[in-house]
Each structure stands twice: as C-alpha cells, then as structure tokens.
C-alpha cells in the first residue's frame, strides 16, 4: 500500500474515534470520560488489582491511573480494599455502582456503534469485519 494511503487511513481512523469518543461522552450522563470506564471494565473482568498493575495493564502512567482512581473513588465507583495483614497492599474494586455505570456506559455505546453501522450496507460490515479481525489478530500475536 502507498505511504499517502496508509497515513491518509490513520489520520481517518484518528478522527474516527475522536468524534466517536466526543459524541459518547456528550450523551453519557456520567462526566468521567473513557478512561474510567476502561479502568471500570479491568476491575470487572479481572478483578480487584494494585493500581501500579492497573496503570500497567491498560498503559496509563502511575500518576494518570492515581487520578483515574481517586475520581473512580470519589465518585462511589470503585473502593480502595486494604490487606489486614499488611496495610500497604491496597487493590482498587469496582463498587455496584461502577458496575451499574459500566453497564450503563457500554450500553450507550453499543447503541452508538449500531446507529453508526446502520449506515454501512451488509457486504461493507463483513469487509469491515474481516479488516478488524485481520488487524486484531495481529495484535494479539504480539503479546
């Protein structure tokens, strides 16, 4: 593929998900942003975790994961739990009401994306598919 095509495709796809992460974020009632909800979504899947390995995992640095933490807490969406025998350990858990935000935020953006897609006609959803999965898997092998 020629060089103009390829950055011409990534500035597209950059714009892309500005715009889409702009309009989610103007019809999502909570204002905490992606992050949190990326960092929401860990602590479902995975379970409560030190914030040092959060960060890690979801490539914030240690400083933006404290302040992701510290809104998350602030607002009753996830909890601090501290090891009796040793206080220092502290993991970050998801509350029910980050559970409940969470769910409430991936619903809205599922129904974005299926208006957004709406537009595509059945033979563009399955190359667009067929793209995502390509790309996906390359980026698992990575790991």
């Known amino acids: 593929m020629e060089n103009n095509n390829i950055f011409k495709l ?23 942003g992606v992050a949190p909800i990326i960092t929401l979504a860990e602590l479902k899947q995975n379970g409560p975790q030190q914030q040092t390995v959060l960060a890690k995992r979801l490539g914030y640095t240690p400083g933006a994961m404290t302040n992701i933490a510290a809104r998350l807490i602030k607002q009753g969406m996830a909890e601090r739990q501290y090891n009796e025998n040793d206080r220092r350990h502290v993991l970050l858990a998801i509350t029910e009401k980050g559970l409940d935000v969470l769910k409430e935020a991936q619903k809205k ?26 790309l996906l898997n390359k980026l698992k092998s990575r790991d």
């Open 10 to 32: 990534i500035h597209t796809v950059e714009l892309f998900t500005n715009e889409t992460i702009i309009k989610w974020n103007q019809t999502f009632k909570y204002n905490i």
């Open 109 to 134: 953006g599922q129904e974005m994306r299926v208006e957004l897609f709406q537009e595509l006609t059945e033979e563009e959803v399955e190359q667009f598919l067929t793209i995502h999965e390509k």
